[in-house]
């Protein structure tokens, strides 16, 4: 079976420092994967996704993220964290075919100054 | 944004009587999910359909059931809450079970 798993439950980084949030997924082949993100009481937002192609993503608020085969990952990354990138963040996957999304249960990233 | 709505946005009940959430879009995609979102657990699925009439289970399904006669509409109904279903059930839609899913703002049920 294909799950998802987000080591990492809450992270603070200081404001302008960089930002890499893990994930591991565990499924034989290629999985189609996502990122989204939280924000207190709101719903979820697509950061960005992967599903074949260039291994290194880009996605919407300078996030990006790389998927590595060999390490079973597909980490978040930003250079530069603001303030407002304070969220819960999600990663998801699913496989060809017809199965839904499978979500991690989420690290929660604060930023302080 | 996605054109999608939930309603009630909020709502408190007591264990034993029938709940129904709605989730609305105005985007006509063809599939609709009922998620439950708690501490430690994340987003966990409880039914989807793929078209009108067409749904299916799951990860947490004991407990729901669900009805889409409409395109633009997905009904989540707890026939007898329980205090085990104190949540924030969030709707999400998407073309394709592999394509991304745009999600709803939520609603908060608490069972008193």
């Known amino acids: 079976a294909q799950s998802v798993t987000q080591p990492d439950i809450h992270i603070t980084v200081s404001e302008g420092a960089s930002l890499e949030l893990r994930c591991n997924y565990s499924?034989?082949?290629?999985?189609?994967l996502f990122w989204y993100v939280q924000s207190p009481g709101q719903g979820l937002q697509l950061l960005l996704k992967?599903?074949?192609?260039?291994?290194l993503v880009q996605g919407i608020k300078g996030f990006e993220a790389e998927f590595k085969r060999s390490q079973f990952s597909f980490n978040l990354r930003k250079p530069s964290v603001h303030w407002s990138d304070a969220a819960e963040y999600f990663c998801?996957?699913?496989?060809?075919?017809?199965?839904?999304?499978?979500f991690g249960k989420g690290t929660r990233l604060s930023v302080i100054a | 944004d996605a054109g999608i709505t939930q309603s009630p946005r909020h709502k408190v009940t007591e264990t034993g009587t029938p709940v129904t959430l709605r989730c609305h879009q105005t985007?006509?995609?063809?599939?609709m999910y009922w998620y439950r979102q708690d501490p430690g657990h994340g987003l966990r699925l409880i039914h989807y359909?793929?078209?009108?009439?067409?749904?299916d289970k799951g990860e947490v399904s004991d407990g729901y059931s669900v009805s889409r006669s409409k395109t633009e509409d997905f009904l989540l109904t707890l026939e007898s809450a329980t205090s085990s279903q104190t949540s924030v059930y969030f709707c999400?839609?998407?073309?394709?079970?592999?394509?991304?899913?745009?999600f709803g703002p939520g609603t908060r049920l608490t069972v008193t």
């Open positions: 999400a839609i998407s073309e394709g079970l592999t394509y991304e899913q745009y």
């Open positions: 499924y034989g082949a290629t999985p189609y």
């Open positions: 992967y599903f074949s192609g260039d291994t």
């Open positions: 998801a996957l699913t496989r060809s075919g017809n199965t839904p999304l499978v």
């Open positions: 985007e006509n995609h063809r599939y």
């Open positions: 359909s793929y078209g009108v009439k067409d749904t």
